[in-house]
């Protein structure tokens, strides 16, 4: 459904009468950086990475609502987005996308009703239909038609994500990309949203990017998981495997870092340290390897990418980790299908919280 390689974004530091007088010949940061990835359709890939990392940045650039530089975006079979070529409309036409602060993303001006309807009044649904439309909406998010007369500033943050949902299925979409859906929410609230979006799935077969930083729900919400590191995903695959044995060191330290229950437990797994470099000031070579416990020499030379450091293996990493990762056990967060078997069965389900 969706295809993305080697995508580029840059913004510009300042402007180029400033950039000349101060004799900055590129003027730029590299926000998301030759990244590559796919997603078939009816499946979920997680998206996960530090604030600032660019996931955000990616998921707009592939809406069209951010100009690449370079790389291309195809959907559906078909190539949008090209150096040259922006039909980024026709993408926007079949999907939708979940933004990450859910009050802000709705006009302050309109009532829920007019929020929904808008996307049907652009797809000429029938002017009789629409409120029919907007109450079947509400009623499979969970929501009551007694809320179409309200303003976003008088929902709580689980209806206004709701409200977000309804509005993504007005348009019947393709791919919906959910931008930090759990982010604010209580852990009940956290279930019945990822459940619903199961269920979304589970009856339309749309394909999901899933950008969040909660790597328990991630781990067992998603397919396959993407770990992305100033603006480059550095490590790619099924969510069972890089949860459990995450190659590359930073992955590695991020699963390693989950609260485990246990208070016997003593941490002897890779720990992350120091501060995560600009973009501005972007590493030579490999970026993580200011941070890196196993860093050699010539990971400040050489830049290691995905498939061509470690053959055979989505990983961009030069020395890749060979030992498990702790992390948070099943019972923390636990998947089950309809006939209660664990997210080990390798069928997603409804979650418990």
């Known amino acids: 459904m969706l295809d993305v390689k080697d995508l580029r974004v840059r913004f510009r530091t300042m402007g180029s009468l400033r950039a000349l007088v101060k004799g900055k010949k590129d003027p730029f940061i590299d926000a998301v950086l030759n990244v590559s990835l796919s997603i078939a359709p009816g499946t979920t890939l997680g998206l996960v990475g530090e604030s600032g990392s660019g996931k955000s940045t990616l998921g707009r650039a592939i809406m069209g609502l951010t100009k690449t530089a370079s ?3 195809t959907f559906d079979g078909r190539t949008l987005i090209a150096p040259g070529l922006d039909r980024s409309q026709e993408i926007r036409a079949h999907s939708a996308m979940m933004f990450q602060d859910p009050i802000s993303s709705l006009s302050p001006r309109l009532r829920v009703r007019s929020l929904i309807a808008e996307a049907l009044k652009i797809r000429n649904w029938p002017a009789g239909k629409i409120d029919a439309e907007v109450d079947r909406l509400l009623s499979t998010v969970g929501l009551p038609a007694s809320l179409r007369s309200r303003y976003p500033h008088q929902l709580s943050g689980g209806q206004a994500r709701r409200v977000g949902v309804a ?3 007005a348009l019947q979409p393709k791919l919906i990309i959910a931008d930090e859906p759990t982010a604010g929410l209580d852990v ?6 990822l459940n619903l979006l199961h269920r979304v799935q589970q009856d339309t077969g749309c394909a999901l990017l899933f950008i969040t930083h909660n790597l328990s729900v991630a781990q067992h919400f998603c ?8 603006g480059r995903i550095v490590e790619i695959g099924s969510a069972a495997d890089v949860a459990r044995h995450a190659q590359h060191p930073y992955a590695h330290g991020l699963f390693s870092a989950q609260p485990y229950p246990d208070p016997r437990r003593r941490r002897t797994d890779i720990q992350l340290t120091g501060e ?4 501005a000031q972007r590493p030579g070579g490999c970026d993580f390897h200011t941070r890196c416990p196993k860093a050699q ?3 400040g030379r050489e ?3 995905l498939g061509q450091a470690v053959p055979g293996a989505d990983v961009a990493c030069f020395y890749p980790e060979t030992t498990a990762c702790h992390a948070a056990p099943q019972d923390v967060i636990m998947a089950v299908n309809d006939e209660g078997s664990s997210r080990d069965d390798r069928s997603r389900g409804e979650v418990e919280a």
Do not use: F, H, K, W
């Not at 995560?276 to 973009?279: M, Q, R």
């Open 71 to 73: 790389g291309t975006v």
């Open 167 to 169: 509005r993504a299925l």
């Open 188 to 193: 009940s609230v956290q279930g019945e949203l």
């Open 223 to 230: 397919d396959q998981l993407a770990i992305m590191y100033l």
């Open 276 to 279: 995560v470099p600009s973009l």
């Open 297 to 299: 020499p010539r990971c």
């Open 303 to 305: 830049i290691p990418l």
